[in-house]
Each structure stands twice: as structure tokens, then as C-alpha cells.
């Protein structure tokens, strides 16, 4: 499974392929990165990824938070 620049397979880390399918979701839909980067908080920004139909824990997002799109930049403000 590839990951999100993350060298371990998925199964070793559950939310990996979560975070790659949203990393494509931030890239492919500008609609969705906008409403992402609006949250005002993780748990919000999991509600929304969660209604996109990608189930990903707040903790992972905020560990990832900056590198989900280039530029190293935070995702949302929370």
C-alpha cells in the first residue's frame, strides 16, 4: 500500500493508507481542501474526511497535518 511518505506499509500503521487517500482527496478536489483547511479544529477535520468517506483519527491528522500538501504548510488552522 503506498502511504503518505510514511517508508512502512499500512498494516504497521492503520491510518497510513487513510492519509494517502486524503492526501489524493486535498489534490485532486479543491472544493474539499478549502473546507479542510476552514476546520477549526482535528476533530472537525475528521468529521469532514469522515462524511468523504475516509476514516482517520485526529491524532493522525495532527501528526500529519503538515505534510498533506506540498510546502510543508498546516493543513487547517486547528
Do not use: I
Request: glycine share 8%; with cysteine.
Amino acid at each position: 500500500m503506498a502511504t503518505c511518505d510514511l517508508p512502512v506499509s499500512g498494516s504497521e500503521h492503520p491510518s497510513a493508507a487513510a492519509l494517502h487517500q486524503l492526501k489524493e482527496m486535498l489534490q485532486s478536489d479543491p472544493a474539499f481542501a478549502q473546507a479542510l483547511r476552514a476546520a477549526a479544529s482535528t476533530e472537525a477535520a475528521a468529521q469532514l474526511a469522515s462524511d468523504h468517506g475516509v476514516l482517520v483519527s485526529p491524532e493522525a491528522l495532527w501528526r500529519h497535518r503538515g505534510n498533506l500538501v506540498s510546502g510543508g504548510l498546516p493543513t487547517w488552522r486547528g
